[in-house]
């Protein structure tokens, strides 16, 4: 069983920066595959990013690529999100998630075993 607990949203204006953090317990991250997901209101979850076991694996969704970046601090035991340039529509719950299997077959909601609460971010105009 692993408890993970997102920390870092806020609101920040079109442009700016943000860095989400997932602290993980209950468990050690090492073996897990670890993703971030958002879910704007009305709208269905969706993923934004994805890291396998391996550190220097990793994939975004095409509305991020080039301006989120995930990573990991297994001494830690710590997911991240480093988010640039924001836009309004990157507004949404964004929500740590781990999987079991180790690897990331795309970023897909199913493939998730375990869950945070999520942490709000909204962005301005």
């Known amino acids: 069983q692993v408890q993970l607990v997102e920390s870092g949203g806020g609101l920040v204006q079109s442009g700016g920066s943000l860095r989400l953090s997932c602290a993980a317990s209950g468990s050690n991250l090492d073996r897990y595959a670890v993703a971030w997901f958002r879910q704007a209101p009305g709208k269905e979850r969706e993923g934004v990013s994805c890291a396998t076991t391996r550190s220097d694996v990793t994939n975004y969704a095409d509305s991020v690529k080039g301006r989120f970046t995930i990573s990991r601090d297994n001494a830690k035991n710590a997911v991240y999100l480093q988010m640039s340039s924001l836009k309004p529509e990157d507004t949404a719950v964004y929500y740590c998630?781990?999987?079991?299997?180790?690897?990331?077959?795309?970023?897909?909601?199913?493939?998730?075993?375990?869950w945070g609460k999520g942490t709000l971010v909204t962005v301005s105009s």
């Open positions: 998630a781990a999987r079991q299997a180790g690897f990331c077959s795309g970023i897909q909601y199913n493939d998730m075993d375990y």
